[in-house]
């Protein structure tokens, strides 16, 4: 089994124990892999704990898909979300 593979299986088995709210989680199939410049931990940090409000006002997808065009990645539509 691929390491990430395993991550997400025993980080969804612990999310579940965690409260019966989260019974139904489960991650996506894909993923995607980004580094954080040591000069950036902070905007990151802080990213994270405003992530849901956020997404109040720019959808998760919206953010991703212009992060992608932003840093010239190429990406097929297609395959983006599941």
Known sequence: MNPLKQVKKESSKWMKKQDQ????????????VF?????NVD??????????AHHQTVSF???FK?????YN???????VFD
């Open 43 to 52: 905007r990151a940090i802080s990213y994270i704990k405003n992530q849901e």
């Open 21 to 32: 709210m989260y019974s139904g989680f489960y991650w996506q199939d894909g993923y995607g």
């Open 66 to 70: 212009a992060f992608l065009k932003n």
């Open 35 to 39: 580094s954080v410049s040591p000069l």
């Open 73 to 79: 990645v190429d990406y097929d539509e297609r395959y």
């Open 61 to 63: 997808e919206e953010e």
